[in-house]
């Protein structure tokens, strides 16, 4: 009979836990990675914000440098809906001169269901621990205490695990675009870079030669007031070594 009522029970919460889940193309989730060179790297950012707020879309987060050329380059991470994908998708390619577009689907169905099997298993084996405590069998204070703790333990791993279901699922409702921008090669722009790093190393150089004639000038200095100072003991060095040490056969 108990047997009987553990089965109920565990078939009851595996019915409990797949009642909520979508249909399977609903648990797909959909990502767009591209790649566009732009102008301006300031102002395909403004558009790209414009169109978002069309779209309902946000960007989770974002990031941009600049190089030693001056040219602007970042990334974007956005969330968008499922239905808005494929339309935002268009409308950012057409901000710039796409080099790279690649798509993915992530099956999020088969992680779920690997959720709701552990789910049913830690309630078949708390359901054991319930019943160790309730057969009326008498049981020493540190089993007891062995037996609560892991019954605790379980509830928490369900917890955890309905919590992980969840945010499957609700991340499984949205899309994301991972979008690349950097700004094209522009002539006029690198030849006055170029002139003003020009200017820069010439003036880098001649600080470097300024600080090396300094240095040889110190070092001159400090040997033409040190030097007489030394020389008697140099000399009284030399006259000794000639003196007590024998000379080679």
Not at 175 to 197: C, D, H, N, P, V
């Amino acid at each position: 009979m108990r047997f009987v009522l553990t089965i109920a029970l565990i078939t009851s919460a595996c019915l409990g836990l797949c009642a909520d889940v979508p249909s399977a193309d609903a648990l797909i989730k959909r990502t767009a990675s591209l790649t566009l060179k732009v102008e301006k790297f300031s102002q395909t950012q403004s558009q790209l914000e414009a169109l978002l707020g069309k779209a309902s879309a946000e960007i989770k987060s974002a990031e941009s440098f600049r190089t030693e050329k001056g040219r602007r380059h970042g990334w974007f991470i956005i969330s968008v809906p499922k239905e808005n994908l494929e339309s935002l998708v268009a409308e950012i390619r057409a901000l710039g001169k796409p080099t790279a577009e690649v798509w993915n689907k992530q099956l999020r169905g088969n992680e779920i269901a690997a959720i709701d099997a552990r789910v049913a298993r830690l309630i078949q084996h708390e359901q054991r621990m319930q019943g160790m405590l309730s057969n009326g069998r008498k049981l020493r204070a540190n089993d007891m205490l062995f037996i609560h703790d892991r019954v605790f333990r379980t509830a928490t791993d369900e917890d955890r695990l309905k919590l992980e279901k969840e945010a499957l699922i609700s991340d499984s409702m949205t899309s994301a675009i991972m979008l690349t921008a950097f700004e094209r090669y522009l002539a006029s722009e690198t030849k006055t870079q170029q002139q003003g790093r020009l200017e820069t190393f010439k003036m880098e150089s001649q600080a470097t030669a300024l600080d090396a004639g300094k240095w040889f000038a110190l070092t001159g200095l400090k040997v033409l007031l040190y030097l007489p100072a030394w020389l008697p003991l140099v000399l009284l060095g030399r006259w000794a070594w000639k003196k007590y040490l024998p000379a080679a056969p």
